[in-house]
């Protein structure tokens, strides 16, 4: 085994579960681990620590008249749960089938160290690095980065930078580099609909009071017309057109049509906003889901009860330039003007984040590109992405710059979920890559 994977064994033995306050002691195991690494290599270290897990910098020597670039990666993984299911420990990475298997290989513990790793090779090779370079890695990505945006904004003058690094999306298929310039924003949100003031008799009462879980269904499906578009007043206001450019390079990306949604998904049938493409859904139009739904009697057999109340859950996946406390609020007139007589509907509002998109022909956006062809043979489909990264659009608004995403998870790299696994050919172009960002940002 070479150096490199055997450095990315190491840090893939760590449980760095961050959700478990059991493993606090395993996360901050794991940052330590890091630093002596960086520190290893070089670089000044800092560790920061937070309410929660700690931060991790470090830095080359800086000099005026270069370009400061900062890498962003998380060294917390997820649970990994149900353990029966994976196919070998889920820490104790090993390498099948030219994958290496363990949590965290994909997500971001193989990216991440893809990083650092080209960072160390090019310092061997040149004894130098040809940017100022500010690692920042956080413990809190799988938690939802709750200590991050304090330290941003405590560290604001210190983390000043031209351009971000990020490798934390997916590349579209096998062989494909990918830079992604978009993501998705999010707003959540939950309803009670209550009704009689207990559970009723359907016989006794059925017929004079209304019920809560039909009024819950037909809120739920006031939210969209029949073809699937959005049925919320005002919900596309701020949505911005696709741009031509983009249908021409989506409508090319592999493993986006209809028949590979339908493999992957395992749905009968495709459905969505008529006139886009599945790759146009996904990326460029919002959506409204229905996340859970429940009331009244789910047990074995029937049971003749009127529910006193019945809830659903919501999340909205918005798209640039909406905003998530104008739909939050746009949300919440619809429900009530919608609420069916004969019960009331309280609107209980949930987590947010913004939409992000960045412009991929910008300069760094170019130096992205470039970097990926160079290092994966071809050059990279743009894309943006369905799912949120909040953390991105706060290091815009906070830092002031944008972020390239160069994604090296692939589709079957199952995170989040058992057997996670990451090529090693996408590791080792993982690396190649860093060495040719860093080149191309220079220049
Ligand atoms: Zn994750």
């Not at 990918?178 to 998705?184: H, I, S, V």
């Not at 029937?302 to 859950?313: D, I, N, R, Y």
């Not at 998530?324 to 509907?345: C, N, S």
């Not at 956006?365 to 894309?383: S, T, Y």
């Amino acid at each position: 085994m070479t150096k490199q994977l055997e450095d990315l064994f190491a840090f893939l033995r760590f449980p760095s579960i961050s959700t478990d306050s059991n493993h606090a002691g395993d996360v901050r195991a794991c940052a330590n681990w890091l630093i002596e690494k960086l520190n290893s290599m070089g670089l000044n270290t800092e560790l920061h620590e937070t309410p929660k897990h700690p931060i991790v910098i470090a830095r080359n020597e800086h000099h005026a008249g270069k370009k400061t670039c900062l890498i962003y990666g998380h060294y917390d993984v997820q649970p990994v749960d149900p353990v029966e299911l994976w196919d070998s420990p889920p820490f104790e990475p090993e390498i099948r089938d030219g994958r290496i298997w363990g949590r965290g290989s994909t997500d971001n513990k193989g990216q991440m160290m893809a990083h650092v790793l080209g960072v160390e090779e090019m310092l061997k090779e040149e004894g130098e690095l040809p940017v100022n370079l500010i690692f920042l890695f956080e413990g809190e990505e799988e938690i939802g980065s709750p200590n991050l945006v304090p330290f941003l904004e405590k560290h604001k003058e210190a983390l000043k930078c031209d351009v971000i690094a990020v490798s934390d999306t997916g590349m579209v298929a096998e062989g494909v580099p990918t830079m992604g310039y978009g993501l998705r924003g999010i707003t959540c949100c939950e309803i009670t609909v209550k009704g009689p003031k207990g559970d009723l008799h359907s016989g006794v009462y059925g017929g004079c009071v209304a019920n809560p879980a039909t009024a819950v269904a037909k809120l739920v499906a006031s939210l969209h017309d029949d073809n699937g578009k959005i049925a919320i007043e005002g919900f596309y206001d701020d949505v911005r057109p696709l741009e031509v450019w983009e249908r021409e390079m989506w409508a090319k990306v592999p493993g986006m049509t209809e028949a590979d949604i339908l493999n992957i998904t395992g749905s009968p049938a495709i459905f969505g906003e008529p006139d886009y493409s599945s790759a146009e859904r996904l990326w460029a139009r919002p959506t409204a889901e229905v996340n859970g739904i429940g009331g009244g009697y789910q047990g074995e057999g029937s049971k003749t009860v009127l529910p006193a109340e019945a809830m659903a859950k919501f999340s909205f996946r918005l798209v640039p330039d909406q905003d998530p406390q104008d739909i939050a609020a746009k949300v919440k007139t619809h429900l009530e003007k919608h609420a069916p007589a004969g019960v009331t509907v309280e609107v209980h509002a949930g987590h947010d984040g913004k939409p992000y998109i960045c412009d991929p022909h910008s300069e760094n956006g170019k130096a992205g590109q470039v970097a990926l062809e160079q290092a994966f043979g071809k050059a990279p489909v743009l894309i943006r992405e369905g799912g949120s990264i909040p953390i991105i659009q706060d290091m815009k608004e906070i830092l002031g710059v944008e972020s390239l995403m160069l994604g090296l998870a692939l589709p079957n790299c199952q995170i989040h979920a058992p057997n996670e696994n990451f090529y090693v050919e996408n590791f080792e172009g993982g690396i190649r890559l860093n060495k040719a960002l860093l080149k191309e940002l220079a220049k």
